[in-house]
């Protein structure tokens, strides 16, 4: 049986922009449980990408939950990777230079080369309006998540107007090694690295993953997000 709509919240703060005349209604949307296949194929026309080598990259169940939760949680200090809608990048994060001046490899930024192929490609005018026409299934998602009457398109340009704030650093940002108290060395020592600045290493989770992608991504991504934010709400970006 269809999955009950959940209640609309009162008096967003960023409410949608109505649907357009063309544009099919929402009593066409799959159940939030079935709508892995409606989401993946709605991705490969947005962004083709996604039907190419970027296709291993999307996880395949439950991206809706896994999106609105990861949203949820990039303004944290964590961002869990196993609620992630995408796999982690590949290889492992990149350094150059000695302990004492260690930085992030320049070459890190290429492990980024296809989630930046679908950044770039992404039809972001199509995309709001695929998102206008889904929401029921956002909603249902956040309110699912704890969040009853709640809207989650406040929560997404909220979180939007956060990764804005990214600082984009003149130089490669100084990284070091977290101190671990074991007399067992560490099998994958690369995910232990923090930012020597404190002011970096207080950013949220959402913020040190664009100072990891490096400036040139951070600014493409940065420049996507404020297209989309303009089609979902009526209010300009500060």
Known sequence: PAEAAPASPASPSHPLPALEPLEPAAASLPALD????????????????????AAAWVRPERLVRRFVATVDNLTAERAPTAQWPVHPTPPRF?????????????????RYAAAMQFVRQLDVPQAARQYRQHYALFQQAYEELGYPGRYFNDRLVGVIDHLLQTPEPATPPRVQLMPVRSTVASQQPWVRYQFVDPQLEALSAGQKMLLRMGVDNTRAIKAQLRAFRAAITAQPAQ
Do not use: K
């Open 34 to 53: 079935a709508s892995d296949t409606r989401v993946r194929e709605t991705l490969a026309v947005l962004a083709p990408a996604v039907s190419g080598p």
């Open 94 to 110: 990149l350094v150059d230079g000695g302990e004492a001046d260690a930085h992030i490899a320049p070459a890190n930024h290429a």
